[in-house]
């Protein structure tokens, strides 16, 4: 007989999970200029060191104006242009705005030894499946000799 797991919790629930797909359920305008302010932040430099990182990284002309009309969120009209996303994490040293959008679309984003732990991960999984298949083959050899 088959004992239920009660010590166990649902797997399943630490699944990421697309955002809701209802109807102005996806308007992340004050979402993106509070994640905005907390990349300008955790930068360790003022916005303009930060401005002039971007416009050295873009090509394009990026103001500290600019950075404080992208991290108020009373302006939603003037929201961080999605081109500009990863160059503000490569001025600002982060990740954030990225990690965002890969769990808003039900994803995770690995980085650094996380993406390398993953894939090591992978490989030992096909090494595990490939043994597993290596030796039921060398079964089957066995009883047809």
């Not at 302006?75 to 999605?82: M, Q």
Request: hydrophobic share 40%; proline share 3%.
């Amino acid at each position: 007989m088959r004992r239920i797991d009660t010590l166990t919790g649902d797997l399943f629930a630490l699944l990421p999970r697309a955002a809701e797909k209802a109807p102005g359920s996806q308007n992340y305008c004050a979402e993106v200029a509070h994640l905005v302010s907390e990349a300008l932040a955790s930068a360790g430099v003022d916005r303009i060191e930060v401005a002039a990182r971007m416009t050295r990284l873009s090509g394009r002309d990026v103001s500290k104006d600019m950075l404080y009309g992208y991290t108020a969120e009373s302006r939603d009209a003037y929201n961080l242009p999605f081109y500009l996303a990863p160059v503000l994490e490569a001025a600002c040293e982060t990740h954030i705005l990225t990690h965002w959008l890969a769990e808003k679309r039900g994803g995770q984003l690995l980085v650094g030894k996380a993406a390398l732990d993953a894939e090591i991960g992978k490989l030992e999984r096909a090494r595990d499946e490939a043994g597993k298949r290596i030796r039921q083959l060398k079964h089957v050899m066995g009883e047809l000799e």
